[in-house]
């Protein structure tokens, strides 16, 4: 019952005790977020979305790089309890009209065609229910040519399967680099990445469109 309550958290985390020890357990995963920030080499004036945001950090790396007037900062996330979370995290900057956050699904991201320069998300693409429709959603709103970045730490999702809180093959970056190239990415690519002794891997995907 408790490995059930933990899974289910994880994916969608809700206020409640289960939800907060997920919370601050995603709290720890700074690094990763502003690895993932840091290697979309984010400009002044770039339009950006994060993808499963969870409480905001990465929200913050994302915010602060954004410096000139064009500059905007989205985030999607199907937990209203992150979502309330960033969101206050994030107050000035909603506010001011830099960042605007959505509460829902990958696979309905509510923003026009090809709006975004940059993507980003860290350890989430396994919890969405269709991995190509969610792949095609974000290739239709990036710009031509606009970078994707995803962070992963595989070594930390294997201690999640053993320990039952991941079941199944989605988890493997493989599925989800074959969706991202079946529905138009280019340049898609794994690589090593090593941070203050920190290893994780990152996924890089470039949308291609005619």
Known sequence: MLVERLTRQLGKPTR????????????RNRFL?????????????????????????????AARRLTQPGGKLYGLDISE???NTASERLQ?????????LFLGSV?????GDSAVDKVYHCNCYYFWPDLRAGSREIHRV?????????????????KLIAAGLLK??????????????EVGFVDVRME???VRGESFQAIFAAAKKA
């Open 168 to 181: 199944g093959t989605k988890w493997r970056p493989e599925p989800y680099m074959e969706a991202l190239r």
């Open 16 to 27: 409640n005790l289960w939800g907060w020890l997920v919370k601050r357990f995603l709290e």
């Open 33 to 61: 977020e502003a690895s993932a920030v840091k290697l979309c080499d984010i400009q002044p004036g770039d339009v950006v979305l994060e993808l499963g945001f969870g409480p905001g950090l990465g929200l913050q790396e």
């Open 142 to 158: 990036m710009k031509p040519g606009a970078l994707m970045v995803t962070a992963l730490h595989l070594e930390y999702l294997k």
């Open 192 to 194: 090593e990445q090593r």
């Open 81 to 83: 309890y992150m979502y």
């Open 107 to 111: 696979e309905q991201i509510p923003l």
């Open 92 to 100: 000035a900057d909603i506010q001011s009209g830099k960042v605007t």
